[in-house]
């Protein structure tokens, strides 16, 4: 089993930056996508970015592309999400995922673990 827990929402004005961190335990994710989704009030959750074990392979959904970069540390198990030039259409509760084939990276339904969330809230 694989226990994720998320940390470094909170609320920043438009132009500002946040980094997102999602703590893994339980077992080694090599071999297997992390990755980045989100879900406004009223929406459906999203795919936001994903990475392969070695950070070779980064996806990312176009309106992110340019101001978010996903990152990890396979020591610490850790995957990272800097988020810049956020704007208020960010606003969501983000969530940190693992275990989807790196063929099916942007499927919410093909990740098996799952973190709780963290909010972030973009004022204008």
């Known amino acids: 089993q694989v226990q994720l827990v998320e940390s470094g929402g909170g609320l920043v004005q438009a132009g500002g930056s946040l980094r997102l961190s999602c703590a893994a335990s339980?077992?080694?994710?090599?071999?297997?996508?992390m990755g980045w989704f989100r879900q406004a009030p009223g929406k459906e959750r999203e795919f936001v970015a994903a990475?392969?074990?070695?950070?070779?392979?980064?996806y990312y959904t176009d309106s992110v592309k340019g101001r978010f970069t996903i990152s990890r540390d396979n020591v610490k198990n850790t995957v990272y999400l800097q988020m810049n030039s956020l704007i208020p259409e960010d606003t969501a509760v983000y969530y940190c995922?693992?275990?989807?084939?790196?063929?099916?990276?942007?499927?919410?339904?093909?990740?098996?673990?799952w973190g709780r969330g963290t909010q972030v809230t973009v004022s204008s």
């Open positions: 995922a693992a275990g989807a084939s790196l063929t099916m990276v942007t499927t919410a339904s093909r990740y098996p673990y």
């Open positions: 339980g077992r080694t994710l090599s071999s297997v996508a």
């Open positions: 990475s392969n074990w070695s950070n070779s392979q980064r």
